[in-house]
């Protein structure tokens, strides 16, 4: 018997496979995982002061379709405060 849980462990699991070989996976009105190249930069280790190299790396990354983020944006966001108000 499939469980929810099974389901979403195989999908994740099939999302890593394909990004570790580079592949991206569109899902239409949903989004996209991708795989973006970061180059190498000096970044700065503030608690030592000092200038450390990080090296050229890649990083798994989702991008929200715009269908999904217009209907993420119209939700009415309850128990948070404007800014300004008391």
Do not use: C, W
Not at 35 to 56: E, F, G, Y
């Amino acid at each position: 018997m499939l469980t929810s849980r099974s389901i979403i462990e195989s999908f994740f699991e099939v999302v890593k496979d394909a990004l570790t070989e580079g592949e991206p996976i569109y899902i239409r009105t949903f989004g996209s995982f991708i795989v973006k190249q970061r180059a190498s930069k000096v970044a700065r280790n503030i608690s030592q002061n000092t200038a450390v190299r990080v090296a050229a790396h890649v990083i798994p990354s989702f991008k929200a379709s715009r269908a999904f983020a217009n209907q993420v944006r119209a939700q009415e966001v309850t128990g948070e405060k404007k800014k300004g108000e008391n």
